[in-house]
């Protein structure tokens, strides 16, 4: 399978493509925003880089304008990769690194966030191999092996979220971010299992008691998939209270969710209810 590398030309992205500069199945892609005056530059220069390692290059030019808001330049640069990725029987691969998930662990804790929201970068179709590797070791790498790339001035520009968000990252210490990247890679690996098991099942009104003898952050979070088919959304105690009737109740039991709604167990199966009696 090809792999479609999406290289702004920036330091983050020219370090991953100069790591698989030798790989024949390695795509140069470059989305062209259109948002600043001299984008086309940048263009040029990936380009330029993409022949020197006798890469195939790809480019789209769009002009999205100065006032573009953050999301829809974004789908704008995935809606390209993902279409070249079509095309070519490709995997998009991007330059996210450990810095980028610590800042977006960050942002959606100041916006409010579920569990998922502790796991982003996780999209399964998108390969992220700079995942490990912190802003300061991208730095030491460019520059052990003197590779050229370009500053892209809007990462300095504090009316975006994520800039001021980087910002002030800054002056957090070091073992406090790696709890952050850590728990956000953990939440990853539950993100992974939870999908991996709800993609295996042809769930409907009926859940099988034995799919909830597995790991509590699991099984509680399939549960909450089973009762928001329902129309009911709990709170994680009360998902867990929910969760330890399903383990133990015996045959004919009811359990209450809430006013509304209940669980009917059955020896080997339960379902969701509205009737009392």
Same mark, same amino acid.
Not at 218 to 234: A, P, T
Not at 238 to 259: C, M, N, P, V
């Given at each position: 399978?090809?792999?479609?590398?999406?290289?702004?030309?920036?330091?983050?992205?020219?370090?991953?493509?100069?790591?698989?500069?030798?790989?024949?199945?390695?795509?140069?892609?470059?989305?062209?925003?259109?948002?600043?005056?001299?984008?086309?530059?940048?263009?040029?220069?990936?380009?330029?880089?993409?022949?020197?390692?006798?890469?195939?290059?790809?480019?789209?030019?769009?002009?999205?304008?100065?006032?573009?808001?953050?999301?829809?330049?974004?789908?704008?640069?995935?809606?390209?990769?993902? /279409? !070249? &990725?079509?095309?070519?029987?490709? +995997?998009?691969?991007? @330059?996210?690194?450990? %810095? $980028?998930?610590?800042? #977006?662990?960050?942002?959606?804790?100041?916006?409010?966030?579920?569990?998922?929201?502790?796991?982003?970068?996780?999209?399964?179709?998108?390969?992220?191999?700079?995942?490990?590797?912190?802003?300061?070791?991208?730095?030491?790498?460019?520059?052990?092996?003197?590779?050229?790339?370009?500053?892209?001035?809007?990462?300095?520009?504090?009316?975006?979220?994520?800039?001021?968000?980087?910002?002030?990252?800054?002056?957090?210490?070091?073992?406090?971010?790696? /709890? !952050? &990247?850590?728990?956000?890679?953990? +939440?990853?690996?539950? @993100?992974?299992?939870? %999908? $991996?098991?709800?993609? #295996?099942?042809?769930?409907?009104?009926?859940?099988?008691?034995?799919?909830?003898?597995?790991?509590?952050?699991?099984?509680?979070?399939?549960?909450?998939?089973?009762?928001?088919?329902?129309?009911?959304?709990?709170?994680?105690?009360?998902?867990?209270?929910?969760?330890?009737?399903?383990?133990?109740?015996?045959?004919?039991?009811?359990?209450?969710?809430?006013?509304?709604?209940?669980?009917?167990?059955?020896?080997?199966?339960?379902?969701?209810?509205?009737?009392?009696?």
């Amino acid at each position: 399978m090809k792999k479609i590398l999406a290289v702004s030309g920036g330091i983050d992205s020219v370090v991953m493509l100069h790591m698989f500069r030798n790989d024949p199945d390695v795509i140069v892609a470059h989305f062209d925003h259109g948002i600043r005056p001299n984008s086309s530059d940048d263009c040029d220069f990936v380009e330029k880089i993409a022949k020197s390692y006798n890469r195939p290059f790809f480019a789209r030019h769009a002009k999205l304008g100065e006032d573009c808001p953050e999301d829809t330049a974004r789908r704008a640069r995935y809606d390209f990769l993902t /279409k !070249l &990725a079509k095309e070519q029987n490709g +995997q998009i691969y991007t @330059a996210h690194h450990r %810095d $980028d998930l610590i800042e #977006s662990v960050a942002i959606n804790l100041i916006r409010g966030t579920g569990w998922r929201g502790l796991a982003p970068l996780n999209n399964p179709s998108i390969v992220r191999p700079l995942l490990d590797m912190t802003k300061k070791d991208i730095y030491r790498y460019a520059a052990e092996h003197n590779l050229r790339f370009r500053q892209d001035q809007s990462n300095s520009d504090d009316s975006y979220l994520r800039n001021r968000i980087r910002f002030a990252l800054r002056d957090v210490p070091d073992a406090q971010k790696e /709890k !952050l &990247a850590n728990l956000a890679m953990a +939440q990853r690996r539950l @993100a992974v299992e939870v %999908d $991996d098991i709800l993609n #295996s099942l042809n769930l409907n009104s009926n859940y099988p008691r034995s799919l909830f003898s597995q790991d509590d952050q699991v099984s509680i979070e399939i549960l909450r998939f089973c009762l928001i088919q329902n129309d009911v959304q709990l709170t994680r105690p009360q998902l867990a209270r929910a969760l330890e009737a399903i383990r133990t109740f015996a045959q004919g039991k009811k359990y209450s969710l809430d006013k509304n709604h209940f669980l009917k167990i059955n020896r080997y199966y339960f379902g969701v209810t509205t009737e009392i009696c």
